[in-house]
């Protein structure tokens, strides 16, 4: 569970870095020179649905409900993006934009639904697992099969 945390420390580390760096100088600006301008805000739909889902991840492996952990990972995200937007506008070269917080939502959004839509397909495999053995058991009963 320690290593999990870690992870996802260390993923938002590296987007905050990403947010304040200036394009072209040092490591971070480097790595922002290597996506192209016109998908730099879309480039948040990925990038904070990764960190939606890790959060949601983390929740569930505690035991969270699967509606919790969405709502929770979704406003997670919405509040780190909105934090790094704002860290953002303070950094030389760089500005702030409501278009990437939005992105930033929407990435975890899409987390939230992947996450509810995996739900939902485990839930309907188990009880389809289940529906099987008891038509198995109803097709046997009284033939000494078991």
């Not at 699967?66 to 909105?82: C, P, R, Y």
């Not at 030389?92 to 929407?106: F, K, Q, T, V, Y």
């Amino acid at each position: 569970m320690l290593f999990a945390a870690a992870v996802t420390l260390s993923y938002m580390l590296l987007l905050v870095i990403l947010a304040v760096a200036a394009p072209g100088t040092g490591v971070g600006g480097s790595l922002i020179e290597l996506v192209p301008g016109s998908w730099r805000d879309w480039a948040h739909v990925p990038a904070y649905g990764l960190l939606g889902w890790m959060v949601m991840w983390g929740f569930r492996r505690r035991g969270w409900p699967v509606i919790h952990a969405a709502s929770v990972g979704i406003l997670v995200t919405a509040v780190f993006g909105l934090w790094t937007e704002v860290m953002q506008g303070t950094a030389p070269g760089r500005e702030a934009s409501l278009h990437d917080i939005w992105n930033d939502l929407l990435g975890g959004m899409i987390a939230a639904a992947l996450l509810l839509w995996q739900q939902s397909e485990l839930n309907l495999s188990k009880r389809s697992v289940r529906a099987r053995s008891m038509n198995l058991h109803h097709r046997t009963k009284g033939t000494g099969l078991k």
